[in-house]
T-cell receptor, first 114, second 111 residues
């Protein structure tokens, strides 16, 4: 079965612009979580969506937002980009809202803000 | 909220020796502790996990131990091989079901 698909793989944006990243979970998975990965900071939790509802949110500013569609695909949006937003953005899907079966991660979108 | 501390940040071991990575968590309600391995340029992948009703779990050369009282859990890799070189992340999940990760340990296996 297809894995978790993230698009695009690479993105270069200018400060002040906005960006939308996409994540298609494994078929049948209803939960999608988003993480920001930067050197030295590890994987920082952004938010989690389950059945089109945001269930959890991390400690990121309101410039970071997301949504989930009825087919479980999720998008993440970052507005007014800052240089510090440059990172690898990973999404992870799980079968249920409870992560006790582990996550399956996508390959990520590498965002560079210049 | 949950906070996960991971040590060391970098670890170098001779091939064939054992490696131990330690984590602590803050939320006593956490009940699920997965470990992920991320090879260079690749996605993190689940390698082993443990639930709070179990003290130890083994899978071939990998084992994880959990001390709920001390809120510690550790990853043990025995007979290390070159392919074990990677970044390892511990994580904890609790009452709100979100998974919080440690900052990672870069493991180098020396020939």
């Amino acid at each position: 079965k297809a894995g978790v698909t993230q698009t695009p793989r690479y993105l270069i944006k200018t400060r002040g612009q906005q960006v939308t990243l996409s994540c298609s979970p494994i078929s049948g998975h209803r939960s999608v979580s988003w993480y920001q990965q930067t050197p030295g900071q590890g994987l920082q939790f952004l938010f989690e969506y389950f059945s089109e509802t945001q269930r959890n949110k991390g400690n990121f500013p309101g410039r970071f937002s997301g949504r989930q569609f009825s087919n479980s695909r999720s998008e993440m949006n970052v507005s007014t980009l800052e240089l510090g937003d440059s990172a690898l953005y990973l999404c992870a899907s799980s079968l249920t809202g409870t992560p006790t079966y582990g996550y399956t991660f996508g390959s990520g979108t590498r965002l560079t803000v210049v | 909220g949950e906070n996960v501390e991971q040590h060391p940040s970098t670890l170098s071991v001779q091939e064939g020796d054992s490696a131990v990575i330690k984590c602590t968590y803050s939320d006593s309600a956490s009940n699920y502790f997965p470990w992920y391995k991320q090879e260079l340029g690749k996605r993190p992948q689940l390698i082993i996990d443990i639930r709070s009703n179990v003290g130890e779990k083994k899978d071939q050369r990998i084992a994880v131990t959990l001390n709920k009282t001390a809120k510690h859990f550790s990853l043990h890799i025995t007979e290390t091989q070159p392919e074990d070189s990677a970044v390892y992340f511990c994580a904890a999940s609790g009452r709100d079901d979100k998974i919080i990760f440690g900052k990672g340990t870069r493991l180098h296996i020396l020939p």
